[in-house]
């Protein structure tokens, strides 16, 4: 079992950035692919992207491509995604899961999920 705690989430204004961070605790983090998923009120949970378990390789949804960077430190079991030059329409409770492969991620297809942290980015 792996269990994921997220935090650095909060309110922002539109233009700024947030970094969050993904604490995991349990079996060997390196050893999974690492993915953010974010869920708007009123809407489906989705995929935000996405990084291998050796951190070489990234996924991003296209919503978010070129803002958003998401990395890993496996000597912290930490994982993290930087966001920039964010938008209201950012705004969601943010999610980081584990998979075994990167590939499953964009499908939803998770081993394990963290609570989540709020993000609201103001206009």
């Known amino acids: 079992q792996v269990q994921l705690v997220e935090s650095g989430g909060g309110l922002v204004q539109a233009g700024g950035s947030l970094r969050l961070s993904c604490a995991a605790s349990g079996r060997t983090f390196s050893g999974y692919a690492m993915g953010w998923f974010r869920q708007a009120p009123g809407k489906e949970r989705e995929f935000v992207g996405g990084?291998?378990?050796?951190?070489?390789?990234?996924d991003y949804a296209d919503s978010v491509k070129g803002r958003f960077t998401t990395s890993r430190d496996n000597a912290k079991n930490t994982g993290y995604l930087q966001m920039n030059s964010l938008k209201p329409e950012d705004t969601a409770v943010y999610y980081c899961a584990v998979t075994r492969l990167l590939a499953r991620l964009r499908g939803g297809s998770v081993d394990y999920w963290g609570q989540g942290t709020q993000v609201t980015v103001s206009s």
């Open positions: 990084i291998s378990s050796g951190g070489s390789i990234t």
